[in-house]
């Protein structure tokens, strides 16, 4: 296996794919990896629609702005789209109320799932590019998503066709700070 940190500044967004279908294996191995992901007192608050049908890709890339998004072809190039959707008031919630000053912690498990999910796709040989510039409230209704879950994100998947250059980083001392602010 590659080297955590050689994947983490390896990986790129990819917005252009090869006409390359995934193997359900490599598949299985990307939803384990949401699967392991960690939350909120473990409890896994995600559901992923796997997106296959050219035509159901089409109604999510009509969810995306009709300019300005450079994703928006990627939602129907990929051979996949992984939608990422969870359960609202569950994560960051005790006996139905919120725990923490920020209240719901789904976008936080998202987050550590996508995360998961994506360095998975890299060390796998895949591309993903994470969207969330879209009508949400669009995209969920094209997928069904039932009340009470969100739909949250959507990953392309597939082999890259183009891999761009790092952009660039902050040096860690300008955002580092120490015992105080």
């Known amino acids: 296996m590659t080297d955590l940190m050689n994947l ?6 990819i917005r252009k794919y090869e006409d390359r279908p995934l193997s359900d294996q490599i598949l299985q ?5 949401v699967r392991w992901s960690p ?26 702005p009709p300019k300005g998004n450079p994703a928006s072809n990627a939602m129907v190039q990929a051979p996949v789209v992984l939608v ?8 960051g919630y005790y006996k ?12 936080y498990d998202l987050g550590l799932a996508t995360q998961n999910l994506c360095l998975t796709a890299h060390n796998l040989g895949l591309g993903t590019v994470v969207v969330g510039l ?11 998503v039932p009340d009470g879950y969100e739909l ?14 790092a952009p660039p980083r902050k040096e ?10």
């Open 8 to 13: 983490i500044q390896e990986r790129r967004s």
């Open 96 to 107: 139905n109320m919120a725990s923490t000053k920020f209240g719901d912690w789904m976008m």
């Open 29 to 33: 191995q990307l939803l384990d990896a």
């Open 84 to 91: 990422m959707c969870a359960k609202a008031k569950v994560s």
């Open 152 to 165: 949250v994100t959507m990953i392309p998947v597939g082999y890259p066709a183009k891999v761009g250059s």
């Open 134 to 144: 879209f009508d949400h409230d669009k995209a969920a209704q094209a997928m069904q």
């Open 39 to 64: 939350s909120w007192t473990n409890c896994q608050c995600w559901e992923v629609i796997v997106v296959k049908d050219a035509a159901a890709k089409e109604k999510l890339q009509a969810s995306l």
């Open 172 to 181: 860690t001392v300008a955002f580092t700070h120490y015992d105080k602010w």
